[in-house]
């Protein structure tokens, strides 16, 4: 989706390091998420956030943190608590007004552990 | 939140029409049914959503039975590059809401 950024699309991973994800969107959109995606298998919800400033977690929200500081921007940090952090990982935004807005998707970010 | 049940796998031939059908038994009252589309190393795509009875648009169709407990995605005439996973979802997507993507249906499109 040309409205949503994320970069890198390739990151790799020392151990004990932390990296942190890019997603930017310029759709003016309210709510923005996080997924995690392994081969084969469908998406899962590591956290999203509705508001500027505000954030929940998702299903698999450990070894991961996040900020809303900036409606646009939603970035995602892998900590080192995260032990199987190699993954594709999807940002989407959505626009909130009540309304069952579907949610658009970046192309998203490999990350791998060196 | 309502789980969604799709086969795993599908083959189909250019130029044939391709129907996938999505079991949702639990679907709430305020539940939509949406489904993506997508291609290795990229995100899903919207491809169609709605509620009930009948949804076109212009490159598929979403029929939606009465008690809907099923959708089935359409797509006519597919081409090679439809090949992708398609998921369907079932949900509100307002507010805090949560969406549920499954393992979703492999479509593989042959000449």
């Known amino acids: 989706d040309g409205g949503i950024t994320q970069s890198p699309k390739y990151l790799f991973r020392k151990e004990g390091q932390n990296v942190t994800l890019s997603c930017e969107q310029n759709?003016?959109?309210?709510?923005m998420y996080w997924y995690r995606q392994d081969p084969g298998q469908g998406l899962r919800l590591i956290y999203y956030?509705?508001?500027?400033?505000?954030?929940q977690k998702g299903d698999i929200a450990e070894g991961y943190s996040v900020s809303r500081e900036k409606k646009e921007s939603f970035p995602l940090t892998v900590t080192s608590a995260q032990k199987n952090p190699t993954a594709f990982y999807l940002c989407?935004?959505?626009?909130?007004?009540?309304?069952?807005?579907?949610?658009?998707f970046g192309d998203g970010t490999r990350l791998s552990i060196l | 939140l309502a789980k969604t049940t799709q086969p795993i796998s599908m083959d189909s031939y250019e130029g044939q029409e391709v129907n996938i059908t999505c079991s949702h038994n639990?679907?709430?009252?305020?539940?939509?049914i949406t489904w993506y589309q997508q291609f290795p190393s990229q995100g899903p795509r919207f491809i169609i959503q709605?509620?009930?009875t009948k949804v076109t648009n212009e490159v598929a169709s979403l029929f939606i039975p009465a008690d809907r407990k099923s959708s089935t995605l359409s797509l006519p005439r597919v081409s090679l590059s439809d090949t992708a996973v398609y998921y369907c979802?079932?949900?509100?997507?307002?507010?805090?809401?949560?969406?549920?993507f499954g393992a979703g249906t492999r479509l593989a499109v042959h000449p």
């Open positions: 979802l079932v949900g509100v997507t307002g507010g805090y809401n949560k969406l549920i």
């Open positions: 639990n679907i709430a009252t305020n539940d939509y």
């Open positions: 989407a935004s959505r626009k909130d007004r009540g309304d069952n807005q579907p949610q658009h």
């Open positions: 709605g509620y009930k």
């Open positions: 759709l003016n959109h309210d709510a």
């Open positions: 956030s509705q508001i500027v400033n505000d954030f």
